[in-house]
């Protein structure tokens, strides 16, 4: 069966639960959907130096990559359970690999909001 943007909006709701955020308090989770059908999530990491801190998309990202997977559908991203749309190192990160991937948030499963990241970064880099 297809994986809806809601469900993968559950799943990324789900992931933040495992996000350390002691600092921000913040707990983001992001579940990326692979072309092959693999779903990957990640979550944020925080650090006590706090520019080490990494963030949900990225690590979900690292975490396909590190498998062997560099093609993507689609990722959501939720924020203490609501929106939360990618900063910028993340949008670059992501731009890298997959300026058509779909990106997914919204305040609930309900009223999710698309993008495709060339629209969050236009006229993105990479060499
Ligand atoms: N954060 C993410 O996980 N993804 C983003 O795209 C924006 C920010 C995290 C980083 C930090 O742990 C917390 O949100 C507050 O900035």
Known sequence: MATTDKKLFRMAVKASENAYAPFSDFHVGAALLAKDGR????VNVENSSYGATICAERTA???AISEGCRE???IAIAGNGG???PCGICRQFMYEFCP???VISGES???LKVYI???LLPEGFKL
């Open 72 to 74: 993507f559908e689609a």
């Open 61 to 63: 990202m690292v975490k």
């Open 83 to 85: 929106t939360s749309w």
């Open 100 to 102: 058509d991937i779909r």
């Open 109 to 111: 499963e309900d009223e």
């Open 117 to 119: 990241l060339k629209e």
């Open 39 to 42: 779903i990957f999530t990640g």
